[in-house]
Structure formats: structure tokens, C-alpha cells
């Protein structure tokens, strides 16, 4: 096979961690710069919806594609629930309980911030009605069941609390990470294609994601210009939703190269996959970030249908 990608030799300081920040923005701003710069210390990527005005389906869309693309998911709460939306099921709920809820059911590792000093929080950081307060009180509760939480009081502490919380975080539920590209590609290698026997590669083949996500690859491979196209349709074992990408690839050596771009602007995917057996190709799979020039490995393998 020519010049195989590979991470080793990539240690674990050369990886950075993709953190989502869940939060009500206009009452937070100060203590979010805080987390940010202590997810920066701490070699991780912060992200989050702070200047994004979630307020219609498409946009919910958006904020559960940066969800899926993080390695773990980081919420603060203070004195406010936020402002309501529609979630998957029809109901109406607060947007940072709806961005929880989905980092619960997509199995991202929680962290949880809460502020335990709400008679010094100002009446204008704080939900003014009574149903506010309930809704407040109730999302609390919910974090609080089942975990370990954090409690803050002011902004200096919230960032001590993080700093020394992600590292365990990251230690107790380790996850890919991102490498940049350097660290793991050869720029100057050179892939080889070559033809492919039988037109074996054209049909559909299945993969399972380490979430548990079943996709479906439909491929045709042309024999004159040795190109595999095709598209990638995306299960998700508990709502069944799914989502669709164009892919474009080519056999090198023993390997089908898959190139596939997502639906969100900001990242695109690579398998690499090496054939193992007649009907098993097994190998990893790389999530490339434009906006940070990284690359997260995963292993994956696909299988003839």
C-alpha cells in the first residue's frame, strides 16, 4: 500500500480537545471569556452559539452539528434559563436545555458548571418571572441527577473550577481529540491508483460509527478514470434522522480512499480503509476542521451489503 496515513508518534500534548460552551449569553459574557481562556490553557478548542441567534429549525440544525463535532460539552448555569424553542419531540424548551439534552442522548461527555450563590446574583442576571424560575429550577435539578457537578460563585473560581475539571474530564473519558494535519500527513507522499478488481467496490456498504451511528455508502466505481462516487446517508439508532453527503474516492493499493464533505460549512471527513478480507475493510476514519486546520482519527470499517 503507498504511504499509509498514520498518528503515530502523535502524543497526547500535540492533541486539542473540541469543547462545546452551553450557556445564556448577555448575563454571562464576562464568566464565558473566563471558561474560554481556561479551555485555552488547557489545550482544548472552545465553541459554542454565543453569536448565533438560535431561533428557527435550520439554525437548531446548525447548533447540533457543532455538538456532534466536539469532544465534550461543557454547561454553566447562573440565574437565567434562557430563551424557548421547539426541540426534536414538538415541545417547547429552553435552548441550553435542548443543547443538553442532545449532548445527553449523543452520549457526549457532560460537564457541569452551576452557581450555588444565587441571592448575590443581580435581579437583572436573573429570571424575573416565576415560571423562568420554575423552568430554571427544574433544568437544574435535571443536570444535578446522575452527575457530578461543579459550583461557582464568581468568575475567578469558575475558571479554577474548569481548569482543574477538563483535565480530569479528559483523563476519565478519553476521546480522538484533533491533530493538526502536519503531525499526522507526509505532504510530499504520493497515493498510487490503481483498478480495482471485478468493479468489486460499487454497491452499498454499511459502517458503524463508535456513537453508534449506521451509515450507508452507496458507491460506483468508473473503470476509465478509476474514480469512486457516491453518497453517504447517516442513521441515528434513536431517531432513526438522517443525514446525507457526497463522496468522491479512488482505490489506492490495497485501500479504498474516501473523501466526503458534511453538511456543515466548517468540516469535512476521509476514511481510509484497508481491506481485510473478502468482505470486511477496516481502517480510520479523519474529521478535518476548517476552521482550526485540524484532524481528528477515529477507527472504522466498512462492510459489503
Not at 503515530?8 to 464568566?31: C, H, N, P, R
Not at 474560554?36 to 429549525?57: D, H, V, Y
Not at 503531525?183 to 459502517?207: M, Q, R, T, V
Amino acid at each position: 500500500m503507498a504511504n499509509e496515513i498514520t498518528n503515530e508518534g502523535v502524543s497526547e500534548m500535540q492533541k486539542k480537545y473540541q469543547v462545546f460552551v452551553s450557556s445564556t449569553y448577555e448575563d454571562l459574557i464576562e464568566e464565558r471569556k473566563e471558561v474560554i481562556q481556561a479551555l485555552l490553557e488547557s489545550n482544548c478548542i472552545p465553541t459554542g452559539m454565543e453569536l448565533f441567534t438560535a431561533s428557527n429549525k435550520a439554525q437548531w440544525e446548525i447548533i447540533k452539528h457543532v455538538i456532534d463535532d466536539c469532544d465534550y460539552y461543557l454547561l454553566i448555569l447562573a440565574g437565567r434559563y434562557g430563551s424557548l424553542g421547539i426541540n426534536d419531540e414538538g415541545r417547547k424548551l429552553g435552548y441550553i436545555e435542548m443543547e443538553f439534552d442532545y449532548a445527553l442522548l449523543t452520549g457526549k461527555p457532560i460537564i457541569a458548571f452551576i452557581n450555588n450563590d444565587t441571592q448575590n446574583i443581580p435581579e437583572k442576571k436573573s429570571e424575573s418571572s416565576e415560571l423562568g424560575k420554575e423552568l430554571l429550577k427544574n433544568f437544574q435539578n435535571k443536570v444535578e441527577d446522575g452527575r457530578t457537578v461543579k459550583f461557582w460563585t464568581n468568575k475567578d473560581n469558575l475558571k479554577s473550577a474548569v481548569l482543574s475539571s477538563i483535565r480530569t474530564l479528559i483523563e476519565q473519558s478519553p476521546s480522538g481529540g484533533w491533530i493538526r494535519v502536519g503531525d499526522i500527513i507526509d505532504f510530499n507522499s504520493k497515493l498510487e491508483i490503481i483498478n480495482s478488481e471485478n468493479d468489486y467496490y460499487s454497491g452499498e456498504w454499511k459502517s458503524i460509527t463508535e456513537q453508534g451511528f449506521i451509515d450507508i455508502i452507496q458507491l460506483n466505481y468508473n473503470e476509465y478514470s478509476h474514480i469512486l462516487s457516491g453518497s453517504i446517508k447517516r442513521h441515528s439508532p434513536e431517531r432513526l434522522a438522517n443525514r446525507k453527503w457526497h463522496c468522491i474516492g479512488c482505490v489506492v493499493g490495497e485501500s479504498i480512499l474516501l473523501i466526503y464533505y458534511s453538511h456543515a460549512t466548517h468540516s469535512a471527513g476521509c476514511g481510509l480503509v484497508r481491506h481485510y478480507c473478502d468482505e470486511i475493510y477496516k481502517g480510520f476514519y479523519l474529521r478535518y476542521n476548517y476552521g482550526t486546520h485540524t484532524i481528528d482519527k477515529v477507527d472504522m470499517s466498512l462492510e459489503k451489503l
